[in-house]
């Protein structure tokens, strides 16, 4: 009920009226690095299912945030991942809190956006600072849902993951999500 809810608030900002499943959740963070120095950001966390995953799979050592835009959501990951350091601020900033963390650079960025509700100017806006915030070898993972493939606005992410990455490739659809749904997995 509370997506349903947020859904209802802000349709657009929230995407979807239920969180994604666990299917899901194990594919985008399949290659979660194990390094201790490496760096992972998760954007847009919901009530935290891919931030679980992240915190399961990468090194204790290593740097991990979450940036989340929804107050009420930040809140919902906190509770659900204690250990896990969250800011109520849009992925539109991401350079300034890697730079709090002394970073310029990060090597994953898990997307949980919801890209084809978005404006063409907020997918571009957010991109390029995706694109400015990742190492040459950084990779970007994002989902995106099957249905939603029939929209512009999907058409047009597309387009610009393309533009802004050297090598963009679709996993299997994950028909156990609710609306099936698969995954990009962007190369700088
Ligand atoms: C479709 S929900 C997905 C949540 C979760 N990752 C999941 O898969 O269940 C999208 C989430 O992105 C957040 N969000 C939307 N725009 C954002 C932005 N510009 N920066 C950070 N988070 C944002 C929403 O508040 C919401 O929690």
């Not at 906190?78 to 896990?84: L, N, S």
């Not at 063409?120 to 849902?145: D, P």
């Not at 610009?160 to 090598?167: A, K, M, R």
């Amino acid at each position: 009920m509370d997506y349903l809810r947020e859904f209802i608030k802000n349709p657009k900002r929230t995407g979807s009226v239920m969180e994604s499943s666990q299917e899901l959740a194990e594919l985008i963070t399949k290659n979660i690095p194990s390094d201790p120095s490496s760096c992972i950001v998760e954007l847009g966390s919901g009530q935290g299912v891919f931030t679980e995953k992240i915190l399961q799979k990468m090194n204790k050592e290593a740097t991990f945030f979450v940036l989340e835009i929804n107050p009420f959501f930040a809140k919902e990951t906190a509770t659900r991942c204690p250990d896990a350091t969250i800011y109520t601020d849009s992925g539109v900033n991401l350079k300034h809190y890697l730079s709090q963390h002394n970073i310029t650079h990060c090597d994953t960025i898990i997307s949980g956006l919801p890209w084809a509700s978005f404006k063409k100017n907020l997918q571009k806006e957010l991109l390029t600072e995706i694109r400015g915030s990742m190492k040459k070898e950084g990779e970007f993972y994002a989902f995106a849902y099957l249905h939603g493939m029939l929209l512009p606005s999907a058409a047009h992410f597309r387009k610009l993951l393309d533009t802004h990455f050297s090598n963009v490739k679709k996993s299997k659809v994950i028909w156990k999500n609710i609306p099936p749904t698969f995954v990009y997995k962007c190369r700088a």
